[in-house]
């Protein structure tokens, strides 16, 4: 194919890595080529918080599952949808900030087309990556830790560092199951997709030594239940309007 599709094939999250640290220059390279990512009208509503503080980091690894490889990793960064600048810019002119639904979809938006240049230009210089949902398990645990202001809403983290594991290729849905033409498919087409693609994804647990089952089953388990509540109330008390 290419250099940057084969990069894009090689993607595999990864959960174990050795003790190097990430250096400071590929952090910064991997932050620039992270904010090369277009920005809705670059409005740039979002920032990075690089956890350095072992404390911390071992807080944020315990409140997000555990998940130790958050205090292990070589470094671990937290993205956030960032409307405080933003918020700032409008109070100097003496007018109050005020915004809809839109700016923090905006702001979730850009922030993941940010997340994933960085986390592809990490995976270029040689690292592992793992994002980090577990984060929204407590945010208001995570903000007191990380002392947010108004404005700063965390989203996910992201683990870098030197893999010491080569996870096998996780498949996806076929690209016909994804890529429509001009409207959406009948539910019997997207059934038969979906009747796929769990086959294949029985036969990759299977190899790799798991319990086989079915994407559907996992699906069926994670969305028959409202995970995480208390969301929408958190990021309003942020600042953010749901409305
Ligand atoms: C926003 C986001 C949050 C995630 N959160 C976690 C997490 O908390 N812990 C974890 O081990 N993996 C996490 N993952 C990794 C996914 O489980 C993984 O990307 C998915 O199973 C596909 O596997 P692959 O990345 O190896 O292809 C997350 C991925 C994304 C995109």
Not at 4 to 23: E, F, G, L
Not at 52 to 57: A, M
Not at 74 to 80: L, P
Not at 117 to 143: K, V
Request: net charge negative.
């Amino acid at each position: 194919m290419n250099p940057t599709i084969d990069q894009m094939h090689a993607h595999r999250s990864v959960r174990k890595y050795t003790d190097d640290p990430v250096s400071a220059e590929h952090i910064t390279q991997a932050m620039r080529a992270g904010q090369m990512a277009a920005t809705s009208s670059a409005v740039q509503p979002y920032c990075v918080i690089h956890i350095t503080d072992s404390t911390k980091r071992q807080q944020i690894a315990d409140l997000a599952g555990p998940q130790q490889k958050v205090h292990d990793c070589g470094a671990f960064f937290i993205i956030c949808a960032d409307l405080r600048k933003h918020m700032l810019i409008v109070e100097k002119t003496g007018q109050q900030y005020d915004s809809s639904l839109e700016a923090f979809l905006v702001g979730t938006i850009d922030a993941s087309l940010f997340a994933q240049n960085f986390n592809l230009a990490f995976e270029s210089l040689g690292y592992g990556t793992c994002y980090i949902g577990g984060i929204r398990n407590d945010l208001p645990l995570l903000d007191k830790i990380l002392n947010l202001p108004q404005g700063v809403c965390p989203l996910y983290g992201l683990c870098v560092g030197v893999p010491d594991e080569s996870p096998s290729s996780r498949p996806r849905l076929a690209p016909d199951a994804m890529l429509f033409e001009n409207t959406y498919p009948t539910d019997a087409e997207t059934h038969a997709g979906i009747n796929r693609y769990d086959e294949a994804y029985t036969t990759y647990l299977t190899e790799r030594g798991a319990q086989p089952s079915t994407w559907s089953a996992a699906i069926a388990k994670k969305f028959s239940y409202a995970a995480r509540p208390g969301l929408g109330d958190f990021f309003r008390s942020k600042g953010a309007s749901l409305d």
